[in-house]
């Protein structure tokens, strides 16, 4: 079996891999899709601390292959978008609606893969970077057949992220102003989620001025290569800023864009040590800087209804597939996504 192994040195496809059957409340997908996010990247070089070795992805699309005892929402031959939520369903966050706090889902990587007998770590509890994988029921999410998985892949990861920090977590209102700073893919799902939550002002940044057109097509009012624009367009201030490249410089010009009781929203990763430093008085007049993980998302519940604006026209995924790669192709994917020349690059099995 082919996959996308890195063991803290080197990242390879390797071909002779191997993922054990669903046990109990587990589901083996045949993955056919996976978009190249920058976590991945990240977990390369460092700045997201896994441990190794660990097949890669986390972002993907598939069928099911085989289900274990006890699952019945899915069945061998649906298709399924993967979450990389591993919730347990039955702690106090789960049952609060608020899976992604779940603390058995955080910082607890299986093993289900082997590789000449040696076991290798599960990425994100998801691994999509292989032809099949095996995650727990909770992550699979059947979607409609009609639904092209290259394009339903970046659900997973991309969309729910953005699109959900907008829905879920800023609660964008009609006739609200939001600033985007970064428009790579998580980037423009926040921008779609803006267009879709009815916000009327909606000021993309990014310093590449290329980026301007596919800003403009998922949902940006106004373009501009720098923050230091963003009064002319807002007097004010925004009412949401989302900081969506990881950099702290950023992170300072989201809170100072702001308007009274206006909310940064923090998805960009920067390095796990990294600090970043703001004017405490800028805060008084009712601000606030708010983190989000993975949208704030119920996948269960946010996957369907993202299929379900998809096929109404309303969510754009095609446009997000700037080019699909051979798996065996994943060196010029990280080449391109690193030299951001793709919004998304998706790996094809």
Same mark, same amino acid.
């Given at each position: 079996?082919?996959?996308?192994?890195?063991?803290?040195?080197? &990242?390879?496809?390797?071909?002779?891999?191997?993922?054990?059957?669903?046990?109990?409340?587990?589901?083996?997908?045949?993955?056919?899709?996976?978009?190249?996010?920058?976590?991945?990247?990240?977990?390369?070089?460092? =700045?997201?601390?896994?441990?190794?070795?660990?097949?890669?992805?986390?972002?993907?699309?598939?069928?099911?292959?085989?289900?274990?005892?006890?699952?019945?929402?899915?069945?061998?031959?649906?298709?399924?978008?993967?979450?990389?939520?591993?919730?347990?369903?039955?702690?106090?966050?789960?049952?609060?609606?608020?899976?992604?706090?779940?603390?058995?889902?955080?910082?607890?990587?299986?093993?289900?893969?082997?590789?000449?007998?040696?076991?290798?770590?599960?990425?994100?509890?998801?691994?999509?970077?292989?032809?099949?994988?095996? &995650?727990?029921?909770?992550?699979?999410?059947?979607?409609?057949?009609?639904?092209?998985?290259?394009?339903?892949?970046?659900?997973?990861?991309?969309?729910?992220?953005?699109?959900?920090?907008?829905?879920?977590?800023?609660?964008?209102?009609?006739?609200?102003?939001?600033?985007?700073?970064?428009?790579?893919?998580?980037?423009?799902?926040?921008?779609?989620?803006?267009?879709?939550?009815?916000?009327?002002?909606?000021?993309?940044?990014?310093? /590449?001025?290329?980026?301007?057109?596919?800003?403009?097509?998922?949902?940006?009012?106004?373009?501009?290569?720098?923050?230091?624009?963003?009064?002319?367009?807002?007097? =004010?201030?925004?009412?949401?800023?989302?900081?969506?490249?990881?950099?702290?410089?950023?992170?300072?010009?989201?809170?100072?864009?702001?308007?009274?009781?206006?909310?940064?929203?923090?998805?960009?990763?920067?390095?796990?040590?990294?600090?970043?430093?703001?004017?405490?008085?800028?805060?008084?007049? /009712?601000?606030?800087?708010?983190?989000?993980?993975?949208?704030?998302?119920?996948?269960?519940?946010?996957?369907?209804?993202?299929?379900?604006?998809?096929?109404?026209?309303?969510?754009?995924?095609?446009?997000?597939?700037?080019?699909?790669?051979?798996?065996?192709?994943?060196?010029?994917?990280?080449?391109?996504?690193?030299?951001?020349?793709?919004?998304?690059? &998706?790996?094809?099995?």
């Amino acid at each position: 079996m082919r996959g996308v192994v890195f063991d803290g040195e080197r &990242v390879e496809v390797a071909d002779d891999l191997e993922v054990r059957g669903p046990g109990p409340g587990e589901v083996l997908v045949a993955v056919a899709a996976a978009g190249l996010c920058h976590s991945d990247l990240s977990v390369l070089d460092g =700045t997201i601390p896994f441990p190794r070795p660990v097949v890669l992805g986390h972002e993907g699309a598939g069928v099911v292959d085989a289900v274990g005892a006890g699952v019945t929402h899915v069945a061998p031959g649906d298709h399924v978008a993967l979450s990389t939520i591993a919730n347990c369903g039955a702690c106090a966050e789960c049952d609060r609606g608020r899976p992604t706090m779940c603390r058995k889902a955080i910082g607890m990587p299986r093993q289900p893969f082997t590789r000449a007998g040696q076991p290798l770590h599960q990425f994100a509890a998801n691994s999509a970077f292989a032809e099949r994988t095996v &995650v727990k029921a909770v992550q699979a999410v059947r979607i409609p057949d009609r639904i092209p998985l290259t394009s339903a892949a970046l659900i997973g990861c991309g969309v729910v992220t953005g699109v959900g920090a907008v829905l879920n977590r800023a609660r964008v209102a009609y006739g609200d102003s939001v600033v985007v700073i970064g428009t790579g893919g998580i980037g423009l799902n926040v921008l779609q989620g803006a267009r879709i939550a009815g916000a009327t002002t909606i000021v993309a940044v990014d310093n /590449d001025p290329a980026k301007e057109a596919p800003a403009r097509q998922f949902g940006a009012t106004h373009f501009l290569v720098s923050a230091a624009g963003v009064p002319e367009i807002l007097p =004010t201030g925004a009412d949401h800023a989302f900081e969506c490249v990881g950099r702290v410089e950023l992170i300072r010009q989201a809170v100072d864009v702001l308007d009274r009781h206006g909310q940064a929203i923090l998805l960009g990763v920067p390095p796990a040590q990294a600090e970043a430093s703001f004017l405490v008085s800028s805060l008084f007049l /009712d601000k606030s800087i708010l983190g989000c993980r993975y949208g704030s998302a119920r996948p269960q519940r946010d996957f369907a209804l993202y299929a379900d604006l998809y096929l109404a026209g309303r969510l754009l995924l095609d446009e997000l597939v700037t080019r699909t790669y051979p798996v065996e192709e994943f060196a010029a994917a990280r080449a391109d996504t690193e030299a951001g020349k793709v919004a998304r690059a &998706v790996l094809v099995f």
